[in-house]
């Protein structure tokens, strides 16, 4: 998972260059605007943005999400976030199945 502002977004672009020359003409594509939520699909299902309008929780009211085979990139367009990261085998109780679908699992915090 990578956490950043939009203006440290060139910072990673060595890790993947092809990946980051896509989601930078997507992101240039709706600068200043709030964009719509949804899915784009800048390469298939390889590389899709998910832009999604939330209000956040308390951090006691938090759930973990868990992915196998992507990374999550979050950029707040508005407003912060605080997000707190855990090793999934370190104390979390998994919630429900993992949704191969939506490629992702639910999991919170053991009391």
Known sequence: MIIDSMR????????????????SVFFNSISGTIPEPGSHLLDGEKLK??????????????????????????????????IICRSSSDGLKQIGSFDEAEEMGIRSCVE
Request: glycine share 4%; aromatic share 10%; hydrophobic share 35%.
């Open 8 to 23: 440290e977004f060139v910072r990673y672009s060595a890790l993947a260059p092809e990946v980051w020359e896509k989601l």
């Open 49 to 82: 943005v998910n832009i999604v309008h939330t209000n956040t929780s308390p951090a006691a009211n938090g759930k973990y999400e868990l992915h196998r085979q992507y990374i999550d990139i979050h950029i707040p367009i508005r407003g912060t976030e605080t």
